[in-house]
């Protein structure tokens, strides 16, 4: 375990902005990279599930990489890197090269998907890729994304590993074992969100913020809330949970990054609402509803 890295406030995990030729958009990244930190992120997310990295070939991720990179050493703030895959040998492999990425202070690496591997294997996986990782590793525990999850038992033995300086839970509620590892790890282990309807709880249960999609958008709104949750001011929380939630149910009423995508692009932040086949563009009466949401929390 290390607590050579701050976690503490609202990560925006980036999705990945496509030109009306189907091309990466830099400038609309740049953008929105801007925006997000200048509103209250505290640092930015590339190449997660949100920024459908699966989707991007190498060229482009780094591209990604470089921009997010960017700005994030302009403003003086934090970048996590995706680095996670299947593969343990892969993932050692990229998480490795964040030795030569600027600004950036922690890898989020995912449990390995579609293989399945047993609890016990993915704790080792981890420690391996811990050990030759240059930057402290948040370990992303999605069992509805990756078809295998680790329960309190073992996050808990990760929370005592060497480099690993905290996880990412999204496991679709606050549940038994979120409750077990808040009040169980060690000193310096954070626990980071991992679903948008429960930030807020799982900030006054113990935990340091959350990598939030919905943080796209209404993002002052989101980081005073974790600021609350942070200090105590539990009914001014309460009042900013209460008035995200509808923006939280709205965003993710389609697959997501779809409806944050055809917000931003009605927003005029990015050039197109497009996310890249197999994934689809949200249809427009879901783009209406989360803006009709956004407008009644920021009035």
């Known amino acids: 375990m290390t607590a050579d890295v701050d976690l503490r406030g609202v990560w925006v995990p980036l999705v990945t902005p496509f030109a009306a030729d189907g091309a ?8 929105l990279s801007h925006e997000s930190l200048a509103a209250g992120a505290a640092g930015l997310v590339a190449l997660g599930p949100t920024g459908e990295a699966p989707a991007l070939d190498a060229a482009e991720k780094q591209a990604l990489i470089d921009c997010c990179a960017k700005v994030c050493v302009e403003r003086g703030a934090a970048r996590m890197g995706g680095t996670g895959t299947n593969s343990t040998r892969t993932t050692r492999t990229a ?3 964040l030795a030569d990425v600027p600004a950036c202070n922690s890898a989020l690496v995912v449990v390995p998907y579609y ?21 402290p590793v948040v370990v992303y525990n999605i069992p509805y994304r990756t078809g295998r999850g ?14 690993i300086a905290g996880m990412k839970q999204a496991v679709g509620s606050l549940e038994e074992d979120t409750l077990a590892i808040l009040a169980g790890a060690p000193a310096g282990f954070q626990v980071l969100g991992g679903e948008d309807l429960y930030l807020y709880p799982t900030v006054l249960m113990g935990g340091v913020g959350g990598i939030t999609a919905a943080a796209h958008v209404c993002t002052e709104r989101f980081a005073a809330m974790v600021d609350c949750g942070l200090h105590g001011k539990l009914d001014d929380g309460r009042q900013h949970s209460e008035a995200l939630l509808p923006v939280v149910r709205a965003g993710f009423a389609e697959p997501n990054p779809a409806v944050w995508k055809g917000v931003l ?17 949200a249809g427009p009466a879901a ?10 929390a920021s009035a």
């Open 24 to 31: 990466g958009d830099r400038a609309s990244l740049e953008r």
């Open 287 to 296: 783009v209406q509803a989360c803006l009709d949401a956004i407008a009644a």
């Open 265 to 281: 692009h009605a927003q005029g932040r990015i050039t197109t609402p497009d996310v890249r086949m197999p994934m689809s563009n």
């Open 150 to 163: 680790l329960g309190a038992a073992a996050l808990l033995e990760l929370a005592r590993t060497p480099n």
């Open 95 to 97: 998480t490795r090269a």
């Open 115 to 135: 293989v399945r591997p047993s609890e016990a294997a993915i704790v080792e996986h981890f420690k391996v890729v811990a050990a030759a990782s240059p930057v």
